[in-house]
């Protein structure tokens, strides 16, 4: 069947196209909303800037289809196959993407505002400049378990997106925008996650080993229990965050702000925090062993039960400061 064959039936009220062979098709501009494809064999096919709202496209073959700024939004395309598909610019609002397999798929600005991605394949997809806010691509019981190693997130908009549980190992987050996102228990060790904005961000348990957080905005982010050993996190602000728990061993720490955070029992051995601001934090029980503290700012920090005593406190200000035995320097 060929383009103009299809527009024609569609017209004239035909909805159902399931398993047709359209490989190769052009469908440039066609308005096809609403249009049922299961299973057809779509490859190779120019569906650019074309109307497929609330489109049927499931376990369809969309293999290196080119799919730049056309309309998906609502579309069903469960378990499809969109590896190497051109969808530079689309919109795929609300759409169904369970399942499908995106990988090396272009995807650079496309609008995937409360995509469904649960169980998706998105390793070595370009997502550069995407909008994905309140998309889903959380794992469910090993169910649905989205795969995302390698994708390019670089200033991608993840605004209230849930993640919990994906594996973002390596994932290029860099000037992200991630604020208020679930990413509870997520991977993200060795991610460059550089001058990304996770304010608000639920981090709980979430693996941070060895990450890229140069400059991140990490103000009020809850990061119980996680782990970011050897971690870069210099001048990340961090300020009024909760880190009870949470590893940080040999974490690079310089010139950031840790002001007003708890940080109860937290591990910061061998962390360099050299002119960090610690001020009004908490850190009641923490360990501190042979951390770098020189010239930090720990005016009104509560050192109550810590181990502090092989730190490094060289020109530390240490005005208000609450010592490990309670007495309060200054004071």
Known sequence: ???????RRYAAGETNFSGANLSGVNLYGADLIGISLPTADLHGATLVFAYLNRAI?????LIGTKLCGANLNQATL??????????HGATLQNADLR?????????LDANLIGADLRGANLSGANLTGACLRGVNLREEARIYVATMRGAKLRRADLRGANLTGVDLAKVDLSGANLSEATLREVNLSGADLSEANLSGAFLTEANLSEANLRYANMTNVKLERAKLLEADMTGVNLRGSLLADAKLNKAHLSKANMSACRLVRADLSRANLS???LSDSDLIEAYLARTNLTNANL?????TRAELSSAYLTGANMSGTTMPDGIIQGY
């Open 1 to 7: 069947m060929d383009g103009n064959e299809l527009k």
């Open 57 to 61: 496209l499931r376990k369809a073959n």
């Open 78 to 87: 469960t378990y499809a196959n969109l590896h190497n598909a051109d969808l």
């Open 99 to 107: 399942g499908t397999d995106l990988t090396l798929a272009y995807l």
């Open 275 to 277: 002119e960090a601001n």
């Open 299 to 303: 005016s009104k920090a509560n050192f």
